[in-house]
């Protein structure tokens, strides 16, 4: 198992599960070795293996177990985002049915997680927004995009709903990419986002349902409507894209 470097973090042992999983080096049903050990193995802290593990068991690939520990019981998520390669920006097509899928999915979760969210999972999101909030100020684009996914993923698991993470997992690296190119293209899109991601985040801690719903409405929607101010001014883009 190659060693990964401490700086890359959480991300980086996702990646490395991952790899394993697609290897077959890890199967459904198989225990993964105890987080010392593991960690060691890894060249992690167990801090960041715990974080790690902690997204994975938000996607639905691993689950603790009381007296067992960790074990792999869902592979295909990981797998169905392992090949992302299309630039979304450039396919209307493509980006507006992730937008529709958003849609449906994520104003649901949000609904439920207004309601169902604990004071724990709400002090999780407002750790995150103030993360998002620095990295929107810094520009660091690609990192506020992982950081995005993490908030909406919380949002699913504070859904209370287990399937609500299995189904944003098997979209979750079109949404971390449609995430990175639209922040960097649309113009204005990266304050709008901030400003939405702070609209859901009170809307769940005050827990108002139609408000968050109606937040997270307003937020997918703003990406639909960028991205057709975006193609009526570039559209050479579009039809690169259909020349394709």
């Known amino acids: 198992m190659a060693s990964i470097n401490k700086e890359k973090l959480a991300t980086r042992v996702i990646d490395?599960?991952?790899r394993m999983i697609t290897a077959g080096e890890l199967r459904e049903g198989?225990?993964?070795p105890n987080q010392n050990e593991f960690a060691e193995q890894l060249g992690v802290s167990r801090t960041v293996l715990r974080e790690a593990?902690?997204?994975l068991g938000i996607l639905g690939v691993v689950e603790q177990r009381p007296k067992i520990g960790t074990v792999i019981i869902a592979s295909a998520p990981l797998i169905y985002t392992e090949h992302i390669n299309a630039p979304l920006i450039n396919d209307p097509t493509a980006a507006v049915e992730l937008i529709e899928v958003r849609r449906v999915v994520e104003v649901g979760a949000v609904e439920l997680?207004?309601?169902?969210?604990?004071?724990?999972?709400?002090?999780?999101?407002?750790?995150?927004?103030?993360?998002?909030?620095?990295?929107?100020?810094?520009?660091?684009?690609?990192?506020?995009?992982k950081k995005n996914m993490m908030f909406h993923?919380?949002?699913?698991?504070?859904?209370?709903?287990r399937f609500m993470g299995h189904l944003l997992a098997t979209i979750r690296?079109?949404?971390?990419?449609?995430?990175t190119?639209?922040?960097?293209?649309?113009?204005?899109?990266?304050?709008?986002?901030?400003?939405?991601?702070?609209?859901?985040?009170q809307a769940i801690a005050d827990h108002d349902p139609a408000a968050a719903s109606e937040a997270m409405r307003r937020h997918i929607e703003d990406f639909r409507i960028s991205l057709e101010d975006?193609?009526?001014?570039?559209?050479?883009?579009?039809?690169?894209?259909?020349a394709k």
Do not use: C
């Open 16 to 18: 490395e599960i991952k």
């Open 30 to 32: 198989d225990k993964l």
């Open 53 to 55: 593990l902690h997204t």
């Open 113 to 145: 997680a207004a309601a169902n969210a604990s004071a724990k999972q709400v002090k999780q999101l407002g750790r995150l927004l103030k993360d998002m909030e620095k990295l929107q100020e810094k520009g660091e684009t690609e990192a506020y995009g």
């Open 153 to 161: 993923l919380l949002i699913a698991e504070a859904s209370g709903n």
């Open 173 to 179: 690296g079109f949404m971390e990419r449609w995430t």
């Open 181 to 201: 190119e639209s922040l960097s293209a649309l113009p204005g899109l990266p304050q709008r986002s901030v400003k939405a991601h702070q609209e859901i985040y």
């Open 230 to 242: 975006y193609h009526r001014h570039h559209p050479e883009a579009l039809h690169k894209a259909q």
